[in-house]
Each structure stands twice: as C-alpha cells, then as structure tokens.
C-alpha cells in the first residue's frame, strides 16, 4: 500500500513538472492550428481528432492559455501511467509495475504528448484503458459487464480521436480468430458489432462530411525517410525487447497471451500506417502500451535488468534532448522560435483587423500560429483552402507571384528578428482581397 501511494505521489509530481512547463512554454504551431479548428467546431461533428476538439471547446470557456490548452493532456497521460502501474501489478510485482511506468515517461513519444496539446494523450489513454479492459476480459480475472463496455467505449473513442484508433478493433478480431473459444463470448462479439458500427459511422463523417460543419485545414508533415526508420527503431525499443525475450525463453504463458498478441498486431499496424497513410511517426506511443506492460513482467520474471537499463537510459537521453532541443528530429518541422509570434502580437492585429479576417499562408501551421497570437482570432487559411477572399497574406520569402491567387495585393509590412536560438528570421506581409477560388 506504501508503495502505490509512492508511485501515485511519483506521477503527481510529474503532472506538476509538465503543468510547469506548460505554464512557460508558448503554445505552438500545430497546438493553434487545433485550437483555432476547435473553435468553429459543430457539437454534431463525429470526424476523427473531432473528441480532442470537443475538450479544447470546452476548455475555452475558461480561456485560451499554454496552460488551459494543455491540461487535457497532462490529465491523460498521467491516467495512462497510473493505468499501465495497475496493470502491470496484476502479472507481476511492485518493482516491474515501477519499471513499466518509468519506461512509459521516458518514452519519447510519451513525453511529447505530455507536453503538447495534441490529440496524442487522449488516444494513449484510449489505448491504455483498452488494453486493461482487454486483458481482464481476455484473463478471466473479471467478465463483468463494465470491462465489456469499457472496452467498446475506450474503441469508438480512439476512432473518433484518429484513425490508427482501427487497430485496437482489429486486435478484438485477430485475438477472437486465434482464441477460438472466446466466440461463444456473446458480449466479445458484441463488442465488435458496436466497434465496426462506429468505424462506419466515423468514416463516413470524415469522408463524406455528414455532420462535420467545420472548416478543415490541411495538415502536413515533414519527418523525412531515414529520420523516420531511426525513430521507429528507437521508440520500438520495447516491443523489440519483448520479442526478443519471447523468443529466446521459448515461452508464452497463457496470461501473457492477450498482451503478446496486442503487443504484435499494434506494432505491425504502426509501421502499416505510418508507411501508407505517412502518419507523424510521434503517433506511435499509443501502440506502446502493452509491451510497456509486458516489459515490466519481463524485467521481474526473467531478469533483463541490463538489457532494459540500456533500453531506458536510451529513450531517456532521446526524451531530454527532445525536450530541450530544437534540432531534435522528434520535433515537427515548424516548432521554430515561437517567442517571435507572440511579439508581433498587436502589429497582426492592426493588420488583420482593417483588411480582412484571414491569414493566409502557403504553410497552415504558420498560419495557424499567427492567427492564434491576435485577439481575434481570424481564420487559417491557405490560397487553396479558405472560407474567406480577403486577409493577410504572411511568408518567410518574397512572394512575387501572388497575383495569380488575389486580384488585389498590397505590401503591408516586413518584420525580422534576431534571435540567439535560431538565427536570423524575416516574415513578409501582404494585404490581399479577391481571392481566386475559381482558379483552384
């Protein structure tokens, strides 16, 4: 009992550190471009990232600081620690419970989700909450009812939050073929039906727009290939671990068997969707959960202390310089010097506020963070997807083609900066009217 106050006491005291963090770190490119989404958000919208919107409407009401932003976040994940904590204890003892939740803060997709507002930390926790709803049904350690409908809400929630949600359904199936005689499990089956109801449901809101009355912006991503297979051999440590520890014990109890198979089919799905659908690879510490879980079992059971010491210090170093550096290649490529934004605060609101009610930029994240640093918050946009014709028109480059989107621009202004960080940094500003949509 001493020790599970410890291990409460130790995640409260990390949720206090990324409170911190997120008190004094200005809020960024790809956090605006959500909460800027978020706010002309229709309560009718099922789209996926639509769940993650409802929280920051709601979260609106009380403001629209760093710190608000980000809070949901820091609530999920330290829900998901103390998760993944109780769920290790229940196939191991107190000390692989504490390493499983240790690998879990290192863990640099982990710790960028806890210090961002990103749809990241609502789907770890969707995970998480799946996998111990999972495991108890699967284990026979407890068939009640909840852990049936826990399980069919944490499924439809990480759908809505993103499509890789797809996998957690995916594992309900696989395991059902490979354990055959959970089928006569009526309320498994159930599970099921009411899963793939939702998926159906949910694509056909994203695709064909029933229900979703908000303006989409584009989203891009710029991990470059060999940066990407780095970061998937580095944040796949553990499930590399667990492999290698199933196979050379020879070994798979059959109450591991559940977290073995969800341990696999979330690894492959990872990698699936990552390489077809060019998924920001930080997406990926959600498909962690349960060879965290199953690395703490491990480290008590067989001893791995070396091998899993090198695998912690590893991810530990990777999240540190995550963390505090901008040359990371964890970080998005426009978590640029943001202090610039916020300083140039009143000069885009004159702008703004007498030519128009939109940004407009080629990159919707630059957008996006220019938008959120007014007080009006105009609309996002760039010169292919936008609501409005007439705004500011922001580039990092001369633009001298302009014409051929506006049938009006004008030179507002041009600001640089100087900054020790970063360097050098140059933002033209245009107003433009009359845009061209008919040309698009």
């Known amino acids: 009992m001493k020790t599970n106050r410890m291990a409460g006491f130790f995640i409260i005291l990390a949720a206090i550190y990324y409170c911190w963090n997120a008190y004094v770190l200005p809020v960024r490119a790809d956090e605006a471009y959500l909460y800027l989404k978020s706010m002309g958000l229709s309560w009718s919208t099922l ?14 009401f009380f403001g629209s600081s760093a710190f608000q932003l980000r809070l949901p976040s820091i609530i999920f994940i330290s829900f998901s620690a103390l998760i993944i904590y ?12 504490w390493f499983s939740m240790i690998l879990f803060f290192v863990s640099p997709s982990i710790t960028y989700s806890y210090i961002s507002m990103t749809p990241n930390a609502l789907l770890i926790f969707c995970f998480a909450s799946y996998i111990y709803a999972f495991y108890m049904v699967t284990s026979d350690k407890d068939k009640s009812v909840k852990y049936y409908v826990w399980m069919a809400v944490s499924i439809i929630c990480a759908i809505s939050v993103d499509f ?58 710029g991990n470059h290939f060999a940066y990407r297979l780095l970061l998937f051999i580095i944040i796949y440590l553990p499930v590399i671990f667990i492999i290698f520890a199933a196979i050379r014990n020879k070994k798979i109890d059959d109450t591991m068997l559940p977290l073995f198979i969800s341990c696999i089919v979330f690894a492959a799905g990872g990698i699936i969707f990552s390489a077809v659908y060019d998924y920001d690879v930080r997406n990926l510490g959600a498909l962690l959960i349960p060879a965290l879980v199953l690395s703490g079992y491990y480290y008590e059971m067989y001893g791995y202390k070396i091998t899993i ?38 000069s885009i609101q004159d702008i703004s506020g007498s030519y128009g ?28 997807e936008c609501r409005s014709v ?51």
Do not use: W
């Open 47 to 60: 789209a996926p990232t639509g769940l993650i919107e409802y929280i920051l409407k709601g979260m609106d």
């Open 390 to 440: 007439s705004g500011v028109f922001v580039s990092k480059e001369k633009e001298d083609d302009l014409s051929k989107f506006f049938s009006e621009v004008q030179e507002a202004n041009i600001y640089r900066f100087m900054s020790i960080k970063d360097g050098k940094s140059t933002f033209y500003f245009y107003k433009v009217s009359g845009l061209k949509k008919n040309q698009q």
């Open 86 to 97: 109780e769920l290790t204890l229940k196939i191991s003892n107190i000390y692989g419970a």
């Open 164 to 221: 890789s949600g797809i996998l957690i359904l995916l594992n309900q199936i696989i395991y059902i073929l490979i354990k055959r005689d959970i089928r006569s499990d009526k309320k498994y089956l159930l599970v099921i039906i009411l899963s793939s109801a939702a998926l159906m449901i949910f694509a056909a809101c994203h695709y064909y727009g029933i229900f979703d009355l908000f303006y989409k912006y584009p989203v891009e991503f």
């Open 309 to 346: 010491g090198v695998i912690t210090t590893v991810l530990m170093l990777v999240s540190v310089y995550t963390n505090i550096s901008s040359n990371s290649f964890l970080k998005p490529k426009y978590m640029d010097n943001i202090r610039m934004y916020e300083s140039i605060r009143m």
């Open 357 to 384: 009610s939109c940004i407009f930029s080629y990159d919707p994240q630059l957008s996006s963070i220019l938008a959120y640093n007014t007080f009006t918050y105009p609309e996002a946009c760039t010169v292919t």
